[in-house]
């Protein structure tokens, strides 16, 4: 399946294969790809010079005990969006005030070197929401699956946000434990805030249930994605699309 004639950002995704990198341009989509560590950052740089590839760099908070933000100044330097950050009580087990510390200085830095952010808030949606406040620049909180009080501190810190891989087959399902904070997102995130994302292969394997996803499949996730938003912002498709470039845009302060 073809995006059709018009561009997707995907805001945030991790690089698997070259095969990738054909099949997204053949697409027309433009990628933002995350790199966690030092050494995903160093098996990426090589594609820099791409045109419809951005990238983000940030110590992810699983890796928060093994890497000083110190030690990768020049990553943060070259990056077009610092990321993802944050913390994450669920799936990992660094200490919080490691992740806390990680996560506080590449704010820093973001905010010195006028970046946006790209945030990973895991079980710890609260204390991100309260850290975040004296963060001067644009944040965008990536996959949002957490509580209705912390979702409406960020919406009104006036963050972007990218709606998970999963959103229209969960709100199309009208079930699971998602259910409820998808749909107030899709009710409540303005157009003007909204980006969709894959978060690479692996996690479109992870929300299916199966190891087994070929690069072909990442087109289809953003533009069923797109599509089901765009309906529910009672726009087409393509507009929905124009508008996140403009807010790309916006959230790398070029508008
Ligand atoms: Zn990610």
């Known amino acids: 399946m073809s995006t059709g004639d018009y561009a997707i950002i995907d805001i945030h995704a ?19 790809f995350s790199s966690g560590t030092p050494g995903e950052w160093e098996s990426i740089k090589q594609f820099r ?5 951005m990238f ?12 000083e933000a110190g030690d990768c100044g020049d990553y943060l330097r070259e990056c077009d969006m610092v990321g993802e950050i944050g913390m994450d009580s669920v799936w990992c087990r660094v200490p919080l005030a ?3 510390k990680r996560f506080e200085k590449q704010l820093q830095i973001a905010a010195d070197l006028g970046k946006p952010v790209i945030l990973h808030t895991k079980g710890q949606e609260s204390r991100i929401a309260e850290i975040l406040r004296d963060f001067p620049g644009r944040a965008c909180v990536h996959w949002y699956s957490g509580g209705r009080k912390e979702f409406e501190k960020f919406l009104d810190m006036d ?17 699971g434990e998602k259910f409820g904070i998808y749909r107030l997102m899709m009710k ?9 994302e894959t978060d ?15 690069p072909e499949e990442l087109p289809v996730v953003l533009k069923k994605n797109m599509e089901f938003a765009a309906a529910v912002k ?17 959230m790398l302060n070029r508008s």
Request: glycine letters at 4%; hydrophobic letters at 35%; aromatic letters at 10%.
């Open 234 to 250: 009672k726009m087409k498709a393509q507009e929905l699309a124009k508008q996140m470039q403009r807010n790309l845009l916006m």
């Open 188 to 196: 409540e995130i303005p157009a003007e805030r909204m980006f969709v």
């Open 98 to 100: 490691i992740q806390q």
């Open 159 to 175: 963050c972007f946000f990218t709606l998970g891989p999963d959103i229209a087959e969960v709100c199309r399902n009208r079930r």
């Open 49 to 53: 010079k791409r045109e419809e590839l």
């Open 56 to 67: 983000s760099f940030g110590i992810h908070p699983w890796y928060a005990d093994r890497y």
């Open 200 to 214: 690479g292969i692996p996690a479109v394997a992870w929300i299916r249930g199966t190891e087994d996803v070929k």
């Open 14 to 32: 991790h690089f698997c294969s070259e095969k990738e990198l054909e099949i997204r341009r053949n697409h027309s989509i433009c990628t933002c």
